[in-house]
């Protein structure tokens, strides 16, 4: 079975400063790697997904993410954040395998802003 | 903006009441599921329907009941609900259930039971 961890819940940065939220998994099998974002009062959407290739990933917004096997890690970074960029961030993964494969969430991280 | 909407937004409701969350996604997608989001814990999975056909129950009790009439709608009826089945519940589309493949979600119903 999979796990995600997001160790940290609620990270506060300056705005423009940069931003890493940190995401680890576990998995026996390979894996798929994705980060959604939550703003208030909306549902998640996908800021970026791992499938194989190039282990740096780019998505929306100007946020990046790297995969590393090793230390089982996918963490999330942007190097200057906007206020805009206040919301809750989700990591997931689901298994590299045939038929139905669930997305396993972490709890999430806060991302607060401030002027 | 978003191709999978959720009706109602926000709903209070008894613990004998019952009511039904409605979701439909405008994305030409073939699978569609329900989440679970409570405070501090992850995303759970309740249900997953591929071309209309109930595909997963996460373990799910009997007062949750999933409709899927269409490719394109999702409904959840609701019934003799729990204080802690307070949450706010997400509707997700995707092309299919075969990996990989990108979820994309509703605004979620804010659910509260008194």
């Known amino acids: 079975a999979q796990s995600v961890t997001q160790l940290d819940s609620q990270v506060p940065v300056f705005e423009e400063a940069p931003v890493e939220l940190r995401c680890n998994y576990s998995?026996?099998?390979?894996?798929?790697l994705f980060w959604y974002v939550q703003y208030p009062n909306q549902g998640l959407q996908l800021l970026l997904k791992?499938?194989?290739?190039?282990?740096l990933v780019k998505g929306i917004n100007g946020f990046e993410a790297e995969f590393n096997k090793s230390q089982t890690s996918f963490h999330l970074r942007k190097p200057s954040v906007h206020i805009s960029d206040t919301a809750e961030y989700f990591c997931a993964v689901s298994s590299d395998g045939t038929g139905f494969q669930k997305l396993v969430f972490g709890t999430g991280t806060r991302l607060l802003v401030s002027p | 903006e978003t191709g999978v909407t959720q009706t109602p937004r926000h709903l209070v409701m008894g613990m004998t009441n019952k009511k039904s969350l409605k979701c439909e996604q405008h994305?030409?997608?073939?699978?569609m599921y329900w989440y679970k989001q409570s405070a501090k814990k992850p995303l759970e999975l309740m249900f997953v329907?591929?071309?209309?056909?109930?595909?997963e129950n996460n373990s799910v009790p009997s007062r949750f009941s999933p409709e899927c009439p269409n490719s394109s709608h999702l409904f959840l009826h609701l019934h003799t609900l729990q204080p802690e089945d307070s949450a706010l519940y997400l509707c997700?589309?995707?092309?299919?259930?075969?990996?990989?493949?990108?979820?994309?979600f509703g605004p979620g119903t804010r659910l509260t039971v008194t």
């Open positions: 998995s026996s099998v390979s894996v798929y």
């Open positions: 791992y499938l194989s290739g190039s282990t």
């Open positions: 329907y591929n071309f209309k056909e109930q595909t």
């Open positions: 994305l030409g997608h073939n699978a």
């Open positions: 997700a589309s995707s092309q299919g259930t075969g990996n990989p493949y990108e979820q994309y």
